[in-house]
């Protein structure tokens, strides 16, 4: 299988913190993952391609400063969402193309639901 | 810009069989996959298709038509389980995916 996680699944903070969340594969090495944010009722909207060895590359109207991404190892990316305002409450999920397969299927994390207060 | 087309919502009941669209229009275009989205879940992915034809997986079944940059979603024998979201999505250059907005699907007994 093909299996990522997320952690945390929720988190609640103030605003002006900075909040981590983290992606892995668990069962398969990931040079590439991706993370998107998710507002309720919409769409998926990729925020950013995560690149191990390289720096992220983010998406017209992301803010890379706000939205600090890296890509540690092979089986891990984290995303940290910078000075958090209410705003940035939302469902942020990860995916990850393993390196074995083509580029048909990328697998998604169960998501972060931050809750900015 | 890019841009993907799809019902905001679909009704169906128990048994039938119900076809998604998706119309997309795309800087580049490498396929057009399928997820399914159950409410505070993550994505799961059902189908893709790189080729113009039919693809089928169980009752699920996708279509490519990438003249008319147009493909479908064919759901057979419809359970109350598919109830959910279903977002098609185009795989541009490096992975990447651009999703539409997603059909939510509401299936009656």
């Known amino acids: 299988g093909a299996v990522v996680s997320q952690h945390p699944s929720r988190v609640i903070c103030k605003s002006g913190t900075s909040v981590k969340i983290e992606c892995r594969s668990l069962?398969?090495?990931?040079?590439?993952m991706f993370w998107y944010r998710q507002f309720p009722k919409q769409s998926l909207m990729l925020m950013a391609t995560?690149?191990?060895?390289?720096?992220?590359?983010?998406e017209q109207g992301v803010e890379k400063d706000k939205f600090l991404i890296n890509h540690a190892s092979l089986t891990l990316s984290t995303l940290t969402v910078t000075s958090a305002h209410p705003e940035d409450s939302s469902f942020y999920i990860c995916s990850a193309i393993p390196d074995r397969d083509n580029q048909e299927t990328q697998y998604f994390g169960p998501g972060t639901r931050l809750l900015v207060l | 810009g890019q841009s993907l087309e799809q019902p905001s919502e679909v009704t169906a009941v128990e048994g039938a069989i119900v076809q998604i669209n998706c119309t997309y229009q795309t800087s580049g275009f490498y396929g057009l996959s399928w997820y399914q989205q159950h409410d505070g879940g993550a994505p799961t992915f059902l189908s893709y298709?790189?080729?113009?034809g039919l693809e089928e997986t169980g009752r699920f079944s996708s279509f490519l038509s990438r003249s008319d940059s147009y493909g479908y979603l064919l759901l057979q024998e419809l359970q109350m389980k598919d109830s959910a979201s279903y977002f098609c999505a185009v795989h541009n250059q490096g992975g990447k995916l651009i999703f539409g907005q997603g059909t939510e699907l509401s299936v009656k007994p």
């Open positions: 995560s690149n191990e060895g390289s720096k992220a590359t983010y």
């Open positions: 298709n790189a080729l113009d």
């Open positions: 069962d398969f090495q990931a040079t590439t």
